[in-house]
């Protein structure tokens, strides 16, 4: 969503969006592919119409946006049936509310942050983080943790970007890093004794005494807030430290995916010659999975070339920023930068079996509508 036409950034989607009706042929079937062909065509024309549109109306029906995002995500919720509920079914589409929450926060917290003028205080952190907590809590008790805490990061630039200092932003959400490091009794004594030491040298009384008591109630409730998530998340954080324990279950995409890449070799086994694709070793091989798909079929050289387009992309969004006079509109953009870039490292981290399997599409090439639109509008 941007006034101005960047060819950069129209270049870079139209790339990946082929690669990924590649993908898609390769992965699935003849139908799978026309359906992706048809929200592709849509999400172009959607992208083109919204573009048009001047960032003062956006400023003005953010609210809306955000609230009407906010109900459809309850209402999936309260009404369906079906176990996940991340999806409306009207037919034979699928709509998933949480793909154009992620749009629809964007843009409200970005008119949020663009009317304030000083963001200094931890206090200025706290509606934003209740406008980002919203939507991500609806969409982690779905459940869908992968898409959750594609929130979190949105948040962060968004706050820096709009010049919140980042050792504040830091010693906030520091007992996240205390919740983490808690797993590991030695670790967390480390980590607490250095936040200690940089909070007391940092000469500010209230950052000292926040940063102090959050991270030690942070580190001693950490066990309860591990016991609320669903046996198959904690299953999938155990299986990443620990693949091989349970190589039939809940560790076989990841193995699985790893076999795929690496045996692609540097050139690939070449289109449509993907064997763990063939032999249906691969789950979800046309939507999360897919890069692995891609690793096997045209090798490392296909996954440098790739992610090339990606940061080439990422590269572009990175000057809108810097370039865009209206304060509102390099908001959003820094938010887009932070939602898709957050996205891409989850995806291929995990495919690459560097980061726990969270089930989030790559940008632009997974297969699904929602996730093609949303990205689209973004754009």
Same mark, same amino acid.
């Given at each position: 969503?941007?006034? !101005?036409?960047?060819?950069?950034? %129209?270049?870079?989607?139209?790339?990946?969006?082929?690669?990924? *009706?590649? $993908?898609?042929?390769?992965?699935?079937?003849?139908?799978?592919?026309?359906?992706? @062909?048809?929200?592709?065509?849509?999400?172009?024309?959607?992208?083109?119409?919204?573009?048009?549109?001047?960032?003062?109306?956006?400023?003005?029906?953010?609210?809306?946006?955000? %609230?009407?995002?906010?109900?459809?995500?309850?209402?999936?919720?309260? +009404?369906?049936?079906?176990?996940? !509920?991340?999806?409306?079914?009207?037919?034979?589409?699928?709509?998933?509310?949480?793909?154009?929450?992620?749009?629809?926060?964007?843009?409200?917290?970005?008119?949020?942050?663009?009317?304030?003028? !000083?963001?200094?205080?931890?206090?200025?952190? #706290?509606?934003?983080?209740?406008?980002?907590?919203?939507?991500?809590? #609806?969409?982690?008790?779905?459940?869908?943790?992968?898409?959750?805490?594609?929130?979190?990061?949105?948040?962060?630039?968004?706050?820096?970007? @709009?010049?919140?200092?980042?050792?504040? %932003?830091?010693?906030?959400?520091?007992?996240?890093?205390?919740?983490?490091?808690?797993?590991?009794?030695?670790?967390?004594?480390?980590?607490?004794?250095?936040?200690?030491?940089?909070?007391?040298?940092? !000469?500010?009384?209230?950052?000292? %005494?926040?940063?102090?008591?959050?991270?030690?109630?942070?580190? *001693?409730?950490?066990?309860?807030?591990?016991?609320?998530?669903?046996?198959?998340?904690?299953?999938?954080?155990?299986?990443?430290?620990?693949?091989?324990?349970?190589?039939?279950?809940?560790?076989?995409?990841?193995?699985?995916?790893?076999?795929?890449?690496?045996?692609?070799?540097?050139?690939?086994?070449?289109?449509?010659?993907?064997?763990?694709?063939?032999?249906?070793?691969?789950?979800?091989?046309?939507?999360?999975?897919?890069?692995?798909?891609?690793?096997?079929?045209?090798?490392? *050289?296909?996954?440098?070339?790739?992610?090339?387009?990606?940061?080439?992309?990422?590269?572009?969004? *990175?000057?809108? +920023?810097?370039?865009?006079?209206?304060?509102?509109?390099?908001?959003?953009?820094?938010?887009?930068?932070?939602?898709?870039?957050?996205?891409?490292?989850?995806? $291929?981290?995990?495919?690459?079996?560097?980061?726990?399997?969270?089930?989030?599409?790559?940008?632009?090439?997974?297969?699904?509508?929602?996730?093609?639109?949303?990205?689209?509008?973004?754009?």
């Amino acid at each position: 969503m941007q006034k !101005k036409t960047n060819f950069g950034i %129209i270049v870079a989607v139209t790339v990946l969006s082929l690669i990924g *009706l590649l $993908m898609v042929f390769s992965t699935a079937d003849l139908h799978t592919l026309t359906k992706q @062909a048809v929200w592709l065509v849509i999400a172009m024309i959607t992208a083109i119409v919204l573009s048009r549109i001047p960032p003062r109306f956006w400023s003005n029906i953010a609210p809306a946006l955000y %609230i009407g995002a906010i109900i459809l995500l309850l209402i999936l919720l309260l +009404t369906q049936s079906s176990y996940p !509920k991340r999806w409306f079914k009207i037919g034979t589409i699928s709509i998933q509310p949480s793909e154009f929450a992620k749009f629809a926060t964007v843009v409200f917290l970005a008119s949020y942050l663009a009317a304030r003028k !000083k963001m200094k205080q931890f206090s200025d952190l #706290l509606v934003p983080l209740v406008i980002i907590a919203m939507p991500a809590i #609806l969409i982690f008790f779905e459940p869908d943790l992968g898409s959750a805490q594609i929130f979190f990061p949105i948040l962060l630039l968004m706050l820096y970007w @709009a010049g919140m200092p980042a050792t504040k %932003i830091f010693i906030f959400f520091s007992p996240l890093v205390s919740a983490a490091a808690s797993f590991i009794i030695y670790v967390w004594v480390a980590y607490f004794i250095g936040l200690t030491v940089f909070l007391y040298f940092n !000469k500010q009384l209230n950052d000292f %005494i926040y940063g102090t008591v959050s991270n030690f109630l942070a580190g *001693l409730v950490m066990p309860l807030v591990w016991n609320l998530l669903k046996p198959y998340q904690q299953e999938r954080i155990i299986t990443f430290f620990s693949p091989w324990v349970d190589p039939r279950g809940m560790a076989w995409q990841t193995i699985q995916s790893k076999i795929a890449i690496g045996s692609g070799g540097i050139i690939g086994k070449g289109f449509l010659s993907g064997t763990q694709k063939k032999l249906e070793f691969l789950p979800l091989r046309h939507t999360d999975f897919v890069f692995s798909c891609l690793g096997e079929e045209f090798g490392l *050289l296909g996954i440098i070339l790739t992610t090339l387009v990606f940061a080439y992309l990422f590269y572009e969004l *990175l000057l809108l +920023t810097r370039t865009t006079k209206n304060r509102f509109s390099s908001i959003i953009v820094a938010g887009v930068l932070a939602w898709l870039g957050y996205q891409t490292f989850v995806n $291929m981290g995990m495919t690459l079996g560097l980061l726990p399997i969270t089930g989030v599409p790559l940008p632009f090439i997974s297969y699904g509508g929602s996730s093609l639109l949303a990205c689209y509008m973004a754009k």
